[in-house]
């Protein structure tokens, strides 16, 4: 799927650490939640609420997902997921394009 | 106008100067488009295919309008027309989250 269709996109962009994470809030017509976000290079934790999947779209980085001591590197396009109320490392060598989907359990 | 309704939004990013300036297209239904981005600090020269509307929803910035001398600032909030084929300036001096509208002559 390379666009959503009948979406509700949210104008104003998310901003995290000095805007070199960024993204755009997604609201499809099944009552899902996405985020299509941009991630310049720098090393970063991020913190979840619900369950979420990462679908790198493009991009070169590394991901240490909660309770493992391992980088799983992820080159041009790829997708991990991390359980809900959990926090995971990330760090990111080159400009990374991302779609990020929260699952309710 | 805070969320844009029934769009279709293109998953991938527009990335340009490597990540300093990255979008994503949103498509609404009476066929318009805009683009919702995201620049950080730095200097930058665009060209215009179309006019452009740039509306800024964040940020610190200066513009040079194609044919001019001066630089307008815009600080948090405001908005500025680029005519078509042609070329303008920025000084981004904060993050800064616009909304770009392309409009057809």
Chains 1, 2 share one sequence.
Do not use: H
Not at 3 to 8: M, P
Not at 9 to 36: E, H, M, Q, W
Not at 45 to 67: H, R, S
């Amino acid at each position: 799927m390379t666009q959503f269709n009948n979406a509700t996109v949210i104008k104003k962009a998310n901003v995290y650490f000095d805007g070199k994470v960024t993204s755009r809030t997604v609201l499809l017509p099944d009552g899902s939640k996405k985020t299509l976000g941009i991630m310049l290079p720098g090393e970063y934790e991020f913190g979840t609420d619900l369950k979420e999947v990462m679908e790198i779209l493009a991009g070169d980085l590394k991901v240490q997902l909660p309770g493992s001591e391992e980088w799983l590197e992820i080159k041009e396009s790829g997708e991990f997921t991390v359980p809900a109320r959990s926090k995971f490392k990330l760090q990111v060598a080159q400009v990374t394009d991302y779609c990020c989907s929260y699952i309710a359990d």
